[in-house]
């Protein structure tokens, strides 16, 4: 395993990854009122699932890294994508996003960390389940 080309890699994920969730939060400020509910919650779980799952297991597979850690951070931060995509979806539809300074704050700060705290901890369970 190269774990400077894996940290490299990680790097990239997770500004790439990062700069498009803050994109859909603040997409989703321009839609309509009367958009489904349903639909929101449905685009940033999935979304933000496959996403993150990709961004997480990626750098993993790249540097050659054993297949159950590859596996566990596909599943880890996918888990942790959506988990992180329903709380966004969830302040979407109870209107408690955009508005203020702090919610702005909050709209940019939130994709680049929680998703990715997430990810690690449902990552670091999994490899520790399997491990026993």
């Known amino acids: 395993m190269n774990r400077t080309l894996m940290r490299a890699a990680f790097g990239v994920s997770w500004l790439m990854t990062s700069v498009m969730a803050v994109l859909s939060v603040v997409a989703t400020q321009a839609g309509s009122a009367h958009q489904s509910h349903a639909g929101v919650f449905f685009i940033y779980v999935l979304g933000w699932s496959v996403m993150f799952g990709l961004a997480g297991g990626l750098p993993r597979l790249i540097a050659a890294d054993t297949d159950t850690a590859v596996s566990s951070g596909f599943i880890g931060y996918a888990v942790g ?52």
């Open 81 to 132: 994508g959506a988990a992180a995509g329903g709380l966004v979806a969830l302040t979407i539809v109870t209107d408690h996003l955009g508005g203020s300074p702090g919610v702005l704050l909050l709209e940019i700060v939130f994709p680049f960390s929680v998703p990715w705290i997430f990810g690690s901890v449902f990552s670091a369970l999994i490899v520790n389940l399997r491990a026993r």
